[in-house]
Every structure is written in structure tokens, then in C-alpha cells.
């Protein structure tokens, strides 16, 4: 059943009548054109699909859009700002913490998302806060420390 819906993607507001039981993963990528979000595993283990809701990391492909009514979502689109990539973009850039790329969205909002919750991460609980990421060309040493890197940049620190 299509319902209206009304909530902010990457700081636009959307009005959208839609099936609210669809995955936010299919309406992003349908509907909204929004391709950055990718399509692993549809049952939320692999992490390709994460976008920010109100800030935090969630999966888009086991969120249904009633759950967004209201909210704020971030894509990966809407991470840069002003022309200006996020700290995290740039620091995957320069700890070359891609491979192939196909995880490096969800990676890089997962990452944000860890950083929003913990500004300061351990390197455990960057380990940890990524964990339920999955990158097949195992990619994880430089991802770390990209996150490390802009865990102290995002602080007023040097970048590493």
C-alpha cells in the first residue's frame, strides 16, 4: 500500500508516496536514483548498504521507509559538503583504503557513524564498531587506520 512519507535525505527534504514496507535500500537506489548504496547480502549482515539515520549507521536493506518518517538520512552522496569531501573520504583516499570499492561506501558511513557515537575510538573499538563490515579484498589494515587518521583530524588534530 503506498503511503506518503516525509523525511530529509543528504539535507533536501523528500515528500514520497510509496509502499512504506520497502526496503529504504530499494527506494534510495529506485526511486531517489541514488546508486552510492550498494546491494550485498539483503539481510543486513555484509554492511555495503549502510547510510546514517539522525546520525548513527544503519543498514538500509533491513530498514523499511515507514521507520525514516521524519528523519534526517545521510548517503553517501550527501557526506561531502560544499564541494569538500568528509574527513573520512579523504582520509580512505590517502590511507588508500580501497581496493575494488564496492564496500568502501557503506565502510566509509559505517566509519562516520562509529565516529559520530565514539569521537575518540581505541583501536579496539574501531575493530569492533567496523567488525560487521565486510571487505573481500581485505582491505582492513588501511581502513583502520584511515579511521584513526580521521578520528584525530576530525579533533583538530594532524592527520596521520
Not at 527534504?13 to 530499494?26: A, K, M, V
Not at 531517489?32 to 548504496?37: H, Q, Y
Request: proline share 3%.
Amino acid at each position: 500500500m503506498k503511503e506518503k512519507i516525509k523525511f530529509s535525505l543528504n539535507g533536501r527534504p523528500i515528500e514520497l508516496e510509496t509502499d512504506t514496507s520497502q526496503t529504504l535500500l530499494w527506494v534510495i537506489r529506485t526511486e531517489l536514483g541514488l546508486t552510492g548504496t550498494k546491494h550485498g547480502c539483503s539481510i543486513g549482515f555484509c554492511g555495503t548498504c549502510t547510510i546514517l539515520v539522525d546520525g548513527i549507521a544503519e543498514r538500509s536493506c533491513s530498514l523499511t521507509v515507514k521507520k525514516i518518517e521524519g528523519k534526517n538520512v545521510t548517503t553517501i552522496e550527501g557526506l561531502a559538503q560544499d564541494g569538500k569531501l568528509h574527513p573520512v573520504q579523504e582520509s580512505f583516499i590517502r590511507h588508500d583504503a580501497q581496493q575494488c570499492g564496492f564496500c568502501t561506501p557503506g565502510m566509509i558511513m559505517n566509519a562516520v557513524g562509529l565516529l559520530n557515537t565514539i569521537p575518540n575510538p581505541s583501536h579496539k573499538q574501531i575493530i569492533n564498531g567496523m567488525n560487521d563490515n565486510l571487505c573481500r579484498c581485505g582491505s582492513y589494515n588501511s581502513i583502520t587506520k584511515a579511521i584513526e587518521s580521521a578520528a584525530q583530524e576530525m579533533k583538530g588534530g594532524n592527520k596521520l
